[in-house]
């Protein structure tokens, strides 16, 4: 399994950005699809985004699509989550993840990081 850890959590106005990273360990990152996950309080994980091992391939939950965009950067092991026109409802911990295809639903990865805290205030 690869070892993720993220950063770029943090207190932001309804209406700002943040961006999230990914670090991963291993030779082997261009080998897995990676995606990101949130949870908001009380609630369960569910899919925000995911892209494909070359970056080719990107996918979103509806609630994000138009205003979260991933990306990765294969040569620096990391995975981005570029975050604008943050809602109130998108306060949760973000977790990174990977596995060997994109998938939508969050139970599909194998390896997750610690998760990293967005909270957005209106």
């Known amino acids: 399994q690869v070892q993720l850890v993220e950063s770029g959590g943090g207190l932001v106005q309804a209406g700002g950005s943040l961006r999230l990273s990914c670090a991963a360990s291993?030779?082997?990152?261009?080998?897995?699809?990676m995606g990101w996950v949130r949870q908001a309080p009380g609630k369960e994980r569910v899919f925000v985004a995911a892209?494909?091992?070359?970056?080719?391939?990107?996918t979103y939950a509806d609630s994000v699509k138009g205003r979260f965009t991933i990306s990765r950067d294969n040569a620096k092991n990391t995975v981005f989550l570029q975050m604008n026109s943050l809602k109130p409802e998108d306060t949760a911990v973000y977790y990174c993840?990977?596995?060997?295809?994109?998938?939508?639903?969050?139970?599909?990865?194998?390896?997750w990081g610690q998760g990293t805290q967005v909270t957005v205030s209106s």
């Open positions: 291993g030779r082997t990152f261009s080998s897995y699809a």
């Open positions: 993840v990977a596995g060997t295809r994109v998938r939508t639903t969050s139970y599909a990865y194998d390896s």
């Open positions: 892209i494909s091992r070359s970056g080719g391939i990107t």
